[in-house]
């Protein structure tokens, strides 16, 4: 007995494929947008006229280094930060964190830095993914999460990662969309750290 397939179940199995595929394609664009690799810089002229948006931050590690457990990107006042906002899923945030171990190694004592995991609002881990990164990478400079839902938007952070340059008074001096080496690090903070 010979089978054979119906063409109305030969035009379902393509739309299927084709919606999955679709569905997939939309993923990817998704997830690469979210953790963007595009490098672009907006100078803010480092005016103190403007404080950088104030929200909670819950340490995973560094505490003795900044003074608590649940603190305010306000309590970091009196010293310029270099705030890394990143995610434990993320690839090229786990790209770019040995170099800011390197450069938060060099500059202990001149400027801050400060990772800040925003994974749970990308869809791109949870605080256990992003510990498990941390002690992977053997990360060690103050890195957190934030449950405050409007960082992403009073910040206008469009992707991961994302970099603020925040001076002593609290004021933005420059903000880096995308992954950031060792080398342009430390041209940003030190263009701020000399005005």
């Known amino acids: 007995m010979k089978t054979s397939v119906r063409p109305h179940r030969i035009s379902r199995i393509t739309t299927l494929g084709v919606?999955?595929?679709?569905?997939?394609?939309?993923?990817?664009?998704?997830?690469?947008?979210?953790c963007g690799t595009e490098?672009?810089?907006?100078?803010?002229?480092?005016?103190?006229?403007?404080?950088?948006?104030?929200?909670?931050?819950?340490f995973y590690q560094g505490q003795d280094v900044v003074?608590?457990?649940n603190l305010a990107?306000?309590?970091l006042r009196g010293q310029p930060v270099v705030l890394n906002f990143w995610a434990g899923l993320c690839p090229p945030c786990r790209a770019e964190m040995p170099e800011f171990q390197h450069f938060a190694d060099d500059y202990a004592g001149r400027a801050l830095v400060v990772g800040?995991?925003?994974g749970q609002f990308f869809s791109l881990g949870s605080q256990e993914d992003a510990m498990k990164?941390?002690?992977?990478?053997?990360?060690?400079?103050?890195a957190g999460y934030t449950a405050d839902?409007?960082?992403?938007?009073?910040?206008?952070v469009l992707g991961l990662p994302a970099t603020?340059?925040?001076?002593?008074d609290g004021s933005l001096h420059r903000k880096w969309q995308g992954v950031l080496n060792t080398e342009k690090l430390t041209e940003i903070t030190d263009e701020m750290l000399t005005q």
């Open 19 to 34: 919606v999955w595929t679709a569905l997939i394609s939309l993923l990817l664009v998704v997830g690469i947008a979210a």
């Open 73 to 75: 990107l306000s309590d």
């Open 133 to 142: 990164l941390l002690n992977e990478l053997e990360v060690s400079y103050p």
């Open 164 to 168: 603020f340059f925040v001076n002593s």
């Open 39 to 58: 490098s672009a810089t907006a100078p803010t002229g480092g005016q103190p006229a403007d404080t950088i948006y104030d929200f909670p931050i819950v």
């Open 149 to 156: 839902t409007d960082v992403i938007r009073e910040l206008g």
């Open 67 to 69: 003074g608590g457990e």
């Open 116 to 118: 800040v995991d925003l």
